[in-house]
């Protein structure tokens, strides 16, 4: 059987999961994929190809915890005038360490995360951003606390799901070898859609396949490695609205609300980050919704009783790439 325009969508949704979940570690991954479908090797990737020419499927690769390999990291929201936001964006997405970048709903209108390798300064590097974006005003906001971190989508249900149990969760700092460093480089790349692509990485780090699989495992074990599998863009799988919501939450409930919020399928990440007293909001979540998302939240705002809080919705993503550790730094 062919994957075709009549392939049952509900082995499409399942080839979804078990990429994102459960993609197999070994020499010809493609081909297991297909056994459990019935299919060809090269039905699979012949499908994979299309996805990702169509935007779907933005890449299959390994996705690193960077505090464990010494990189240093924050959220960031600058406030930005109209006459000076097209030259903070190009200043904003210019650097290797922006990962993502969204234009919000608020006077505090652009929103990012920066990450920087190990040796150098965050908050230096996020002070020459924003001398040189022409902000006006700009909040850092690091993690104090993590109550939940990414999702799979899971087409099944319709639910998005945990990559990895909180415990797994750790931010051990490693001793960090070159061979780490060359393999985090390699892996963090797109694998190539071939029969047998951890061959063609093994030959570009002059190891045996084995070698990287034990690699791969031994830093799953450590919290280095949050998961190896598919990163889809959410809107191709229908998740239209992206909204991020600061919460001001007493802070003798942020247990409670932080486990709750958790547990909702909607909510993909939950911090718990740095306040101030003009800008007392501590809790924060990432919401991907099909439709319906501001009534959802201000329906959990009120069974909650937590009357302060900021719906911030995205106008236009601006830059979303999968982060790359140890990247070339260059100030320009």
Request: hydrophobic share 40%; charged share 30%; aromatic share 12%.
């Given at each position: 059987?062919a994957l075709?325009?009549?392939?049952?969508?509900?082995l499409?949704?399942?080839?979804?999961?078990?990429?994102?979940?459960?993609?197999p570690?070994?020499?010809?991954?493609?081909?297991?994929i297909?056994q459990?479908?019935?299919l060809?090797?090269e039905d699979?990737l012949?499908?994979?190809?299309?996805w990702q020419?169509e935007?779907?499927?933005?890449?299959?690769?390994?996705?690193?915890n960077p505090?464990?390999?010494?990189?240093?990291s924050s959220?960031f929201?600058f406030?930005?005038?109209?006459?000076?936001?097209?030259q903070?964006?190009?200043v904003?997405?210019?650097?290797?360490g922006?990962?993502?970048?969204?234009l919000?709903?608020?006077?505090f209108?652009?929103?990012?995360?920066?990450?920087?390798?190990?040796?150098?300064?965050l908050?230096?590097?996020?002070?020459?951003?924003?001398?040189?974006?022409g902000?006006?005003?700009?909040?850092y906001?690091?993690?104090?606390k993590?109550f939940?971190i990414?999702?799979?989508?899971?087409?099944?249900n319709?639910?998005?799901?945990?990559?990895?149990?909180?415990?797994?969760?750790g931010?051990v700092i490693l001793?960090?070898?070159?061979r780490?460093r060359?393999?985090v480089?390699?892996l963090?790349?797109?694998?190539p859609l071939?029969?047998?692509?951890?061959k063609e990485?093994?030959?570009?780090?002059?190891l045996?396949?084995?070698?990287?699989f034990r690699?791969l495992e031994?830093?799953q074990?450590?919290?280095?490695?949050?998961?190896?599998?598919?990163?889809?863009?959410?809107q191709?799988?229908?998740?239209?609205?992206?909204?991020?919501?600061?919460?001001l939450?007493?802070?003798?409930?942020?247990?409670?609300?932080?486990?709750f919020?958790?547990?909702?399928s909607?909510?993909?990440?939950?911090?718990?980050?740095?306040?101030?007293?003009?800008?007392p909001?501590?809790?924060?979540?990432m919401?991907?919704?099909?439709?319906?998302?501001?009534?959802?939240i201000?329906?959990?705002?009120?069974d909650?009783?937590?009357?302060?809080?900021l719906a911030l919705?995205?106008?236009?993503?601006?830059?979303k790439?999968r982060?790359k550790l140890?990247y070339?730094?260059e100030?320009?």
């Open positions: 059987m075709d325009k009549s392939t049952p969508l509900l499409e949704k399942e080839l979804i999961r078990i990429l994102q979940k459960d993609f570690l070994q020499s010809r991954p493609f081909q297991t297909a459990r479908f019935n060809k090797e699979i012949i499908l994979l190809q299309k020419s935007g779907k499927l933005r890449q299959i690769s390994a996705i690193f505090f464990s390999f010494a990189h240093q959220l929201a406030k930005v005038e109209a006459d000076f936001l097209e903070a964006i190009e904003i997405n210019s650097h290797p922006v990962s993502h970048n969204y919000r709903n608020h006077n209108n652009l929103w990012f995360t920066l990450v920087v390798p190990p040796g150098e300064d908050l230096k590097e996020a002070e020459d951003l924003f001398q040189r974006s902000a006006k005003e700009y909040l906001l690091p993690i104090l993590v939940k990414s999702a799979v989508f899971n087409e099944i319709g639910e998005l799901q945990e990559e990895l149990p909180l415990k797994q969760r931010e001793e960090i070898s070159e780490d060359i393999l480089m390699a963090q790349e797109p694998l071939v029969s047998e692509p951890f990485i093994a030959k570009k780090v002059a045996e396949e084995e070698e990287i690699w031994d830093m074990k450590k919290g280095a490695l949050r998961r190896f599998g598919a990163l889809f863009k959410h191709k799988l229908g998740y239209k609205e992206n909204i991020l919501t600061a919460w939450v007493p802070e003798e409930r942020i247990e409670e609300v932080g486990r919020f958790a547990n909702q909607f909510i993909t990440h939950c911090y718990l980050r740095k306040s101030y007293p003009h800008w909001y501590n809790l924060y979540t919401c991907h919704f099909k439709e319906g998302g501001l009534s959802k201000s329906k959990i705002a009120h909650l009783k937590l009357n302060h809080y919705e995205t106008i236009k993503e601006l830059k790439i982060l140890f070339i730094f100030r320009g």
